[in-house]
């Protein structure tokens, strides 16, 4: 299963990362239980603290719910909130990027949406 981390990005934020796509692809769904923080640290080859630390994460998120002594759960509404929280990230730091990066580079939208439609 193996994930190649970048140095870019704390690695547990890049196992939420993952995990929010494994959700908004359906390899995960609402009501399914996480792979145990212990099997998921070996399959990506990292301590497990690691993993628990993402996993706290999508509970601070309400994006897991943790059963005591059972395990984490997709939350019912994980799809929303993901999506949510995407939308936030992509609208306050890749949209102001995008648009400065635009117009240093004299980017016409219609350049964009030409480009899109191909």
Known sequence: MG????????????IVDW???QILIG?????????????????FEVNPNTVMRSYEHLQSN????????IGFFV???A?????TLRK???????VPSFLK???????DINEIINLYNK
């Open 88 to 94: 936030k990230k992509f609208m306050e730091e890749d």
């Open 79 to 83: 799809v929303e909130k993901i999506k």
């Open 19 to 21: 995990t929010f796509e």
């Open 101 to 107: 990066n635009m117009k240093l580079l004299g980017i």
């Open 27 to 43: 390899n995960l769904k609402p009501g399914d239980k996480a792979k145990s923080v212990r099997e998921l640290a070996v399959a």
């Open 62 to 69: 309400e994006i897991f719910l943790n059963k005591r002594g």
């Open 3 to 14: 994930m190649d981390f970048n140095n870019t990005q704390a690695i547990y934020l890049q």
């Open 75 to 77: 939350t019912d509404d």
